[in-house]
């Protein structure tokens, strides 16, 4: 399952993580970020020990939307370092695989 990432930890697991993080910008509203949201929940499991899969709620954590300058959703933001070094909006593309792979690229 992921993790809940809100304005409260997002410095701890994710700016500060040793492990590259995905990150899913979502919405509850969001009828594509529904379809992605058991594919984010099957990466947690699957890299769990490797890498940190979380979920952020624009609605709830909007400073932290803001602060990433998220304008479309779902939006996927790999971090490594504490640095986004690639997004993906949208579905197109994004499958389990994909997901895993590009965690794997960070680690």
Not at 82 to 88: A, P, R, Y
Request: glycine share 8%.
């Amino acid at each position: 399952m992921a993790l809940q990432f809100t304005s409260d930890n997002f410095e701890a697991e994710v700016l500060q993580s040793e492990q590259p993080v995905l990150v899913d910008f979502w919405a509850e509203w969001c009828g594509p970020c529904k379809m992605i949201g058991p594919l984010v929940d099957a990466v947690a499991s699957d890299t769990e020990g490797t890498a940190k899969v979380g979920k952020v709620d624009v609605d709830t954590e909007q400073e932290l939307a803001r602060t990433y300058n998220i304008q479309s959703l779902p939006t996927i933001a790999f971090f490594k370092g504490g640095q986004i070094v690639e997004t993906m909006v949208g579905t197109k593309g994004v499958t389990a695989d994909v997901l895993k792979e590009k965690l794997g690229e960070l680690a």
